[in-house]
């Protein structure tokens, strides 16, 4: 799998729906968000992985060290120097080298390389919601998202969203492989990639699976079913980052 290839690929295809869609398009996924939110928060993103890995650093860097995105037209020509950037960035960098990453584990630039491919395919699809031109996450990549959603990103959110849930939750890609268990006790979560029972689990293809787990779409959409306690369906909702 080439991180970086899909990651070039897909800003450029948010970008394009971005075009399409105008600055003051809705994006439904973030409630007042519209299009230049997006594009201005993406393209953040994107620059502060730049800083981090271009310098190794080992904190967060400061907000001083950037430019607030234009609210008009000119956003969508910095967004695409962005993406250069941070592309070239990550191509050029060894990726065992130190950097910081929020998790506090896996502290390498391999992380950023990973979390920016699978950040911006979710980005992607909020662009092209707001253009009424969604396109399916390739079943490679939604795995990719969807692994890294529940072994890594989750963990660390849970803890501070919703120390109180409780429950199991189990993934089940139907077009391909790929299944977790997520298990739950007062925050803190377990994940394992296996086959087991959940006490609530959601199945259908890999892309609106991915787009559900990360509360882009509902879990009856486009061929996804949902099994077991439906009151678990807020609490996962709740924790997504």
Not at 35 to 60: M, N, W
Not at 137 to 143: M, N, S
Not at 180 to 207: N, Q
Request: proline fraction near 6%.
């Amino acid at each position: 799998m080439d991180h970086i290839a899909d990651l070039q690929r897909d800003g450029l295809a948010l970008l394009d729906a971005a075009r399409a869609a105008g600055l003051r398009a809705p994006v439904a996924a973030c409630p007042g968000w519209d299009v230049s939110r997006l594009v201005s928060h993406t393209g953040k993103v994107l620059e502060r992985t730049t800083i981090l890995v271009r310098e190794g650093l080992d904190a967060p860097p400061g907000n001083d060290r950037f430019v607030r995105f234009p609210d008009d037209e000119s956003a969508f020509d910095r967004f695409a120097d962005v993406l250069d950037d941070t592309v070239a960035a990550l191509a050029e960098a060894d990726p065992d080298s130190s950097c910081w990453n929020f998790t506090g584990n896996d502290l390498t630039t391999r992380f950023w390389v990973r979390r920016m491919a699978n950040e911006v395919a979710i980005h992607r699809a909020d662009a092209e919601i707001a253009a009424g031109a969604l396109q399916p996450v390739g079943p490679e990549r939604a795995v990719d998202a969807i692994d890294e959603l529940v072994t890594v990103m989750l963990p660390y959110s849970a803890a501070l969203k919703n120390p109180e849930l409780t429950g199991s939750y189990h993934l089940h890609c139907t077009d391909t492989d790929g299944e977790w268990l997520a298990v739950f006790t007062d925050g803190s979560l377990v994940a394992t990639r296996e086959h087991a029972k959940g006490d609530l689990a959601v199945r259908g293809p890999a892309s609106p699976l991915l787009l559900w787990a990360f509360n882009r779409v509902p879990a009856d959409a486009d061929g996804l079913e949902s099994f077991g306690d439906p009151a678990l369906l807020d609490g996962w909702a709740s924790i997504v980052p």
